[in-house]
């Protein structure tokens, strides 16, 4: 009976306030469900694309040109060749490997919500998710995780083993409370500056946020990073932190310091409100710049409403 009781005490947060190693390893059954959409492939500026094309057998025919001596006999387009009476050889795309790298936030804020799952844990899901769709595309999985004061990186590998050490490290993280008063040494601007240099030409960067904290250094970096990179942004956020509730008197505290605010106040929410709005539309005019995707994401929405964006926006 000891041992029942302590059972249900451990797991009464699983897949609320943290995440378990079992159910970052169960994505892999939703990954599947995102393989059904064809990945969507973006030239990068200096990187080339995902895709090279050349001469022969490939995975994908690109296009039909006419006839070099030395091509291959084999990829002759014999139907174009007799409707122009020249002849004509198939051009193929041909898959190779990209590195895809997840930069995962784990700092103090993402470990709030008033609805749904804390945000770290939404942020540990979704991440998983990728990483095994990723791996199951035949593409280089690897990951940056940064809490308050640390930051781990995993290089991309392609690799089942790097896939569940990115996933432990999640599980580990999110099962870790932070002290909210330590505000870290780590700033957006510092990690995704380490971040550019180490990234491969024409990786996929996937960054995983609330982006609190966002300053022009920091989007300096970014758009650096996207001169190389696909860039895709999922912006994750709580109800709460677009809206105050109507009309109540508000206990906030994080754990050291304490707040009262009365929503009775127009001015008060109205505030509130702008001062979202400035963070969003920040948020967007980035994604802009970058030539990124923005999925957003909150912690009140279901796990097939997130498949849905996921397949709607990033592949």
């Known amino acids: 009976m000891t041992t029942s009781t302590h ?3 451990r797991s009464a ?3 609320l306030v943290y995440s378990s190693l079992d159910s970052l390893l169960a994505q892999q059954q939703s990954a599947r469900l995102l393989q059904q959409v064809s990945r969507y492939r973006k030239a990068t500026k200096q990187a080339g694309n995902h895709q090279v094309r050349q001469l022969g057998r490939g995975m994908e025919f690109a296009e039909s040109r006419p006839y070099s ?4 006999i084999r990829s002759m387009d014999w139907k174009v060749t007799a409707r122009t009476g020249e002849p004509h050889t198939k051009l193929f795309e041909e898959e190779r490997e990209r590195p895809v790298l997840l930069w995962c ?3 103090p804020g993402m470990f709030f919500a008033t609805r749904g799952q804390f945000k770290s844990v939404v942020m540990s899901e979704l991440a998983s998710l990728l990483a095994w769709k990723s791996w199951l595309d035949g593409d280089r999985v690897g990951g940056v995780l940064l809490e308050a004061s640390n930051e781990q990186q ?3 590998a392609r690799s089942k083993s790097k896939v569940l050490q990115l996933i432990k490290s999640l599980s580990d993280a999110t099962q870790n409370v932070p002290n909210f008063a330590d505000k870290g040494d780590t700033s957006l601007s510092q990690s995704w500056k380490r971040l550019r240099r180490v990234l491969s030409p024409g990786s996929q960067v996937i960054l995983l946020s609330d982006f ?3 300053d022009q250094e920091a989007e300096q970096q970014l758009r650096r990073i996207s001169r190389r990179s696909t860039v895709t942004l999922v912006s994750i956020s709580d109800p709460f932190e677009h809206q105050l509730p109507e009309k109540t008197q508000l206990k906030l505290s994080d754990g050291l310091r304490f707040l009262r605010l009365n929503t009775a106040k127009s001015e008060l929410c109205d505030d ?3 001062k979202d709005q400035s963070q969003s539309d920040r948020i967007k005019k980035l994604a802009l710049q970058c030539h990124a995707r ?6 009140a929405d279901d796990e097939k409403l997130r498949i849905a964006k996921l397949r709607g926006a990033i592949l």
Do not use: C, H, N
């Open 7 to 9: 059972s249900v005490q």
């Open 13 to 15: 947060g699983e897949g």
């Open 69 to 72: 001596p030395g091509d291959d």
């Open 105 to 107: 936030d784990l700092r």
């Open 154 to 156: 995993l290089r991309p």
């Open 212 to 214: 609190r904290g966002l």
């Open 272 to 274: 509130y409100e702008k």
């Open 294 to 299: 923005l999925i957003e994401i909150s912690t």
